[in-house]
């Protein structure tokens, strides 16, 4: 696990089949320092992925971001969903031109900064997204970013069913 990351999940109560908090009891804040890719080098030498990445974290994170019912709508966190993943799928058809699609993945950031200001999506969601973007760094890291916001995607269904 990475240095800092406790892998404590404070306020989870087990009910036989897993891990779930009750309908009435919000979830903790969630640093997302908790969500940390693992650059390609690192895979290759001495680091993995965090087992729960794609789905503890991915559900704190999804049960985070869900508590603004005002604001977060699916379909705006939809939209950023999309633009990573069709940025992944070209950096993954031309590997060698990762380079050249960086700028436009660092572009989320805006994007997420221009949709907080018009008050599409609040400050937890943007700091999440925000470290996702700095985290990727080459193609592999990019496609633990599209499988980590796939994951939230799937939770964030369960926190906020309908809308």
């Known amino acids: 696990?990475?240095?800092?990351?406790?892998?404590?999940?404070?306020?989870?109560?087990?009910h036989g089949g897993g891990d779930r908090r009750t309908s009435h009891?919000?979830?903790?804040?969630?640093?997302?320092?908790?969500?940390?890719?693992v650059p390609a080098a690192k895979l290759r030498d001495e680091g993995k992925v965090d087992l729960k990445l794609y789905s503890d974290i991915a559900e704190r994170a999804a049960e985070n971001v869900a508590q603004d019912r005002n604001?977060?709508?699916?379909?705006?966190?939809?939209?950023?969903y999309d633009e990573l993943v069709l940025l992944h799928d070209k950096a993954v058809r031309e590997p060698a031109k990762f380079e050249g699609q960086r700028p436009f993945i660092q572009m989320l950031k805006a994007k997420v900064a221009y949709a907080t200001g018009r008050?599409?999506?609040?400050?937890?969601?943007?700091?999440?997204?925000?470290?996702?973007?700095d985290q990727t760094v080459d193609v592999e890291?990019?496609?633990?970013?599209?499988?980590?916001?796939?994951?939230?995607?799937?939770?964030?269904?369960?926190?906020?069913p309908r809308d």
């Open 141 to 160: 890291t990019l496609g633990q970013a599209r499988l980590f916001m796939e994951a939230f995607m799937a939770f964030y269904k369960v926190y906020r």
């Open 119 to 133: 008050g599409n999506v609040d400050e937890t969601f943007r700091s999440l997204l925000c470290r996702v973007v």
């Open 1 to 14: 696990m990475p240095q800092g990351v406790s892998g404590q999940f404070g306020g989870r109560q087990s």
């Open 25 to 37: 009891q919000p979830a903790p804040p969630m640093s997302f320092a908790e969500v940390v890719f």
């Open 71 to 80: 604001k977060n709508k699916p379909a705006q966190l939809r939209r950023f």
